[in-house]
């Protein structure tokens, strides 16, 4: 079987919250329904835009059952198990399983600690080892003191470990990893403001935090790409990072307090960024209306 397992475009959920933390589970379900309408096709669960790594196990656990629920088998679903705790992030691999995911990503062990490549691929391994699902190492600019593409070429050895979502913003890199295996390897565009960049170099599709504001465009661009459609994409490209300097424009530049209001007034229910991330105050969140109008995001 090809361990190219996953290709389109897939929202990097944000997780709706109330005040307290606790999941909307009604939102889940407008937001991945108003995605798959607009063309995407899956989802990215409990990731960085998710807020993942700062939710409780258990609250990890209600998002990923509430999206799964909610996609009903419509669009792919990949649900982030890293975790500080290293069981924990097993655990968690475990309960994507059983739920019905269809395929686990993690990011790198705790890069605090500086492990070595031989206790990352000692990780990975047994984190595929608690699943039989394909499994995405996520490549971060965290990473790039590592030699994370040699990591990876080790780690194609394990039967389920298909590739990675790759956030580096090296497209020569991204290039290289593609060639890893044949070309038979799993590579996914993280950068959203490089879609046709990370495309172009051979990605397979791509993830990003953005994508829920802007579902349609990136729809747009990943069909017209694969269409040969080459101007027309870049154009798109153009559209998308004119609505992202906007989602950046107000306030400390915390993104996905950005995206979250974007969604709240789009009509979804999101609920603020996870405490400690300040609110906007009444003339930011006018201001930033003002500047998602211009570009055409409301």
């Keep these: ?18 005040d307290n933390g606790e999941i909307k589970v009604a939102t889940v379900k407008k937001l991945v329904d108003h995605s798959l309408d607009e063309g995407l096709h899956g989802f990215y669960v ?19 059952n509430a999206v799964i629920e909610a996609n009903a088998g419509r669009g792919k679903v990949i649900v982030h198990i890293g975790a500080i705790d290293p069981y924990e992030a097993m ?33 990975y391994t047994r984190l595929a080892g608690e699943t039989d699902l394909p499994l995405l190492l996520y ?17 194609l050895a394990v039967p389920n470990i298909v590739g990675a ?12 990893l593609k060639q890893l295996n044949g070309g038979d390897v799993n590579v996914i565009n993280g950068p959203d403001q490089m879609l046709i960049c990370g495309l172009t ?3 397979d599709g791509g993830i990003g935090g ?24 870049r154009a ?5 990072n004119n609505g992202i300097h906007a989602l950046h424009a107000i306030g400390h530049g915390n993104g996905i307090r950005g995206v979250k209001t974007a969604l709240t007034l789009q009509g979804f229910d999101m609920g603020p960024a996870i405490c400690p991330a300040a609110r906007y105050t009444a003339d930011e969140m006018k201001e930033f209306a003002q500047k998602l109008k211009a570009v055409g995001i409301l």
């Design 1 to 18: 079987m090809s361990k190219v397992r996953f290709e389109g475009v897939m929202a990097a959920l944000p997780t709706p919250l109330t």
């Design 46 to 64: 409990t990731g960085a835009t998710g807020e993942g790594v700062a939710l409780s196990a258990k609250k990890r656990e209600t998002m990923v």
């Design 91 to 123: 655990a968690l691999t475990r309960q994507a399983t059983a739920v019905g995911a269809d395929g686990v990503s993690a990011m790198p062990p705790n890069y605090m600690f500086e492990y070595d490549a031989d206790e990352i691929v000692d990780y």
């Design 139 to 155: 490549a971060t600019p965290k990473t790039v003191a590592l030699d994370i593409n040699g990591i990876i070429e080790r780690l």
């Design 165 to 176: 979502k790759d956030t580096r913003a090296n497209y020569y890199k991204m290039w290289q």
């Design 201 to 203: 170099m051979g990605a």
């Design 210 to 233: 953005t994508y829920s504001v802007m579902p349609r465009w990136f729809a747009e661009l990943y069909k017209s790409f694969r269409s040969g459609k080459i101007d027309e994409a």
């Design 236 to 240: 798109i490209q153009a559209k998308i």
